[in-house]
């Protein structure tokens, strides 16, 4: 499975931005998603994460309301709606499939390149 990330930018704080993660391969739909951030000479972090039907999503307590994740098994894609945006949620944002979703890495077995999101106050 190969991850394309994309949809970052540059946004005002409390606007949104819609992330996307393009899969190729055929497994996509087996796979669990998880979107993770890291911020300039900060550690990697986890934000949200879905499972591989969709029926559970996870969210750190800093995006909880604010930000969705989503799935679309039949494109091979995942989003994150990222709505009512801080300063503190600038950061390069990366996503990535495992069999579970998981805090922390491993068990992730791919990742995307990476988008940055920048928010101004």
């Known amino acids: 499975v190969q991850l394309q990330a994309c949809g970052g930018g540059s946004v005002q704080a409390g606007g949104s931005l819609r992330l996307s993660c393009a899969a190729s391969?055929?497994?996509?739909?087996?796979?669990?998603m998880a979107w993770f951030r890291q911020a300039p000479r900060k550690e990697r972090v986890f934000v949200a994460g879905i499972s591989w039907n969709g029926e559970s999503t996870f969210y750190a307590d800093s995006v909880k309301g604010r930000f969705t994740i989503s799935r679309d098994n039949s494109k091979k894609t995942a989003a994150l709606q990222m709505n009512s945006l801080k300063p503190e949620d600038t950061a390069v944002y990366y996503c990535?499939?495992?069999?579970?979703?998981?805090?922390?890495?491993?068990?992730?077995?791919?990742w995307g390149q990476g988008t940055q999101v920048t928010v101004s106050s």
């Open positions: 990535a499939a495992g069999p579970r979703v998981s805090w922390y890495d491993p068990p992730y077995d791919y």
């Open positions: 391969g055929r497994t996509f739909s087996s796979y669990a």
